[in-house]
């Protein structure tokens, strides 16, 4: 089965330092999405791709995320530096225009 | 802009025992509608989906939706549960460009 591959599943990192998290979305999906779920705020869109270029990232703190797709088989979500209430899951999922997306299964991040 | 409320943030239910979880949404514009399950620990999984057509939509394990546009809801139902059926249940909505904006998820318990 085609799937969106995610890594690292679980991280925990130090306050301060640099995390990123890899997507491979499934192939011939041409828009990717990070979202990121907290208990308090649920499942919250940070920022979408199509085609590889960026189309929203509005619920991304500008500060220290950033979010990027080198090539149509790799998106990144990068946090630097990082900070306690950065602690969450992390998804990533793929689709075509205008139909179903599909989510990997998440990069637990906890900043200590 | 769009919106979903998921009017449950738990139910309790007896197996065996029928269910319904209630969504409605807003939007301005034509929508796609979804229901995703996560149990614990995991990603997101699509239930189900309303695109067009039919407003009675069947989904995986034995759930189905109605899309109501005047009501403009999309509740989620099973006639019978079973354990299995304990996990998170996220409404969505969709623009048809792809992002989705979710609901703030039901938590649905099956007991015996």
């Known amino acids: 089965d085609a799937r969106v591959t995610q890594t690292p599943r679980h991280k925990v990192t130090e306050m301060g330092q640099e995390v990123t998290m890899r997507c491979q979305p499934i192939l011939g999906h041409n828009t990717v999405f990070w979202y990121r779920q907290t208990m308090m705020q649920g499942l919250e869109l940070l920022a979408y791709?199509?085609?590889?270029?960026?189309?929203?990232d509005s619920g991304m703190p500008k500060d220290r995320f950033s979010a990027e797709m080198p090539d149509a088989t790799l998106a990144t979500l990068k946090i630097q530096p990082s900070e306690p209430r950065d602690s969450a899951v992390y998804f990533c999922a793929s689709g075509l225009e205008g139909t179903t997306i599909y989510f990997g299964e998440g990069s637990w991040l906890t900043v200590v | 802009a769009q919106s979903v409320t998921q009017l449950d943030s738990q139910v309790p239910v007896f197996e065996e025992a029928p269910v319904e979880l209630r969504c409605n949404y807003s939007?301005?514009?034509?929508?796609?509608l979804f229901w995703y399950v996560q149990y614990p620990n995991q990603g997101l999984q699509l239930l189900l989906k309303?695109?067009?057509?039919?407003?009675l939509v069947k989904g995986i394990n034995g759930f189905e939706a109605e899309f109501n546009k005047s009501q403009t809801s999309f509740h989620l139902r099973k006639p019978s549960v079973h354990i299995s059926d304990t996990a998170e249940y996220f409404c969505?909505?969709?623009?048809?460009?792809?992002?989705?904006?979710f609901g703030q998820g039901t938590e649905l318990s099956v007991k015996p």
């Open positions: 939007s301005s514009v034509s929508v796609y």
């Open positions: 309303y695109l067009s057509g039919s407003t």
């Open positions: 791709f199509r085609n590889r270029a960026p189309l929203d």
């Open positions: 969505a909505v969709s623009d048809r460009g792809g992002k989705l904006i």
